[in-house]
């Protein structure tokens, strides 16, 4: 089953808005970490837990992943070199404004998208 144009150019958008708004709230939580937490003090306690340990270890698993994806839409680019370092540094904030930027570049192809410079 195809979906038409409109189908595209509408699920993009709200792909970019879920996208949008996560990026604002991985961003407030950072800032509210930033002010409140220590991460020098809670770090090293987080790897201690071993729900800590898994958390880590999925979330970075889950972007090594996204970056291999980014890496490939974007032909193995100078510039998708750069994404995938700032993902993995900032975390799902980027992935999220990857998305964003993948949603514009789009042009409203569900195709684009996903294939990057390989459409």
Same mark, same amino acid.
């Given at each position: %089953?195809? %979906? ?14 879920? @996208? ?5 709230? %991985? ?54 070199? @750069?994404? @995938? ?7 799902? %904030? ?26």
């Amino acid at each position: %089953m195809t %979906m038409s144009i409109h189908q595209q150019q509408t699920s993009l958008r709200l792909l970019a808005i879920f @996208a949008g708004l996560g990026a604002l709230i %991985m961003f407030a939580f950072i800032v509210r970490a930033l002010i409140v937490g220590d991460f020098s003090d809670e770090g090293p306690l987080l790897v201690t837990m071993p729900w800590g340990l898994v958390s880590l270890v999925d979330i970075y698993l889950g972007l090594l992943l996204f970056c291999l994806w980014v890496l490939w839409r974007e032909g193995f680019s100078k510039a998708a070199f @750069a994404w @995938a370092i700032l993902i993995l540094v900032l975390g799902n %904030m980027l992935s999220c404004l990857y998305v964003l930027k993948a949603c514009h570049d789009a042009q409203g192809s569900i195709r684009r998208f996903l294939l990057g410079t390989r459409c």
